[in-house]
């Protein structure tokens, strides 16, 4: 993986993502996108989630079935956590390698 050699620099709402999901992961707990929307004030929450895992961040996405939040059940609910290793994902060294084949 030596052509991988740094964490890319992430800024904004990224930045604000990355760390949320770093805080969660260090007391073990995923974080649902309402969270992130309505009480972080990430209006995009999913579209930043994209844009980490297209620098290479391992970011894993379950969906629930249903949560209660603020008092009402939600329905599919989406719920991220930090995969291992944090950077890169093994399906962003895979795409870059296969492109390098191509």
Same mark, same amino acid.
């Given at each position: 993986?030596?052509?991988?050699?740094?964490?890319?620099?992430?800024?904004?709402?990224?930045?604000?993502?990355?760390?949320?999901?770093?805080?969660?992961?260090?007391?073990?707990?995923?974080?649902?996108?309402?969270?992130?929307?309505?009480?972080?004030?990430? @209006? +995009?929450?999913?579209? *930043?989630?994209?844009?980490? /895992?297209?620098?290479?961040?391992?970011?894993?996405?379950?969906? %629930? @079935? +249903?949560?209660?939040? *603020?008092?009402?059940?939600? /329905?599919?609910?989406?719920?991220?956590?930090?995969?291992?290793? %944090?950077?890169?994902?093994?399906?962003?060294?895979?795409?870059?390698?296969?492109?390098?084949?191509?």
């Amino acid at each position: 993986m030596s052509h991988f050699p740094q964490l890319p620099i992430v800024s904004g709402q990224c930045a604000d993502v990355l760390d949320i999901l770093q805080q969660h992961q260090r007391s073990n707990q995923p974080v649902i996108s309402f969270y992130l929307t309505a009480d972080c004030a990430i @209006p +995009e929450a999913a579209a *930043r989630i994209h844009d980490l /895992r297209c620098k290479g961040f391992n970011i894993k996405t379950t969906v %629930l @079935p +249903e949560v209660l939040y *603020r008092g009402k059940t939600r /329905r599919k609910v989406a719920q991220y956590s930090l995969g291992s290793p %944090l950077w890169p994902s093994p399906e962003y060294v895979a795409k870059a390698n296969k492109s390098k084949r191509e």
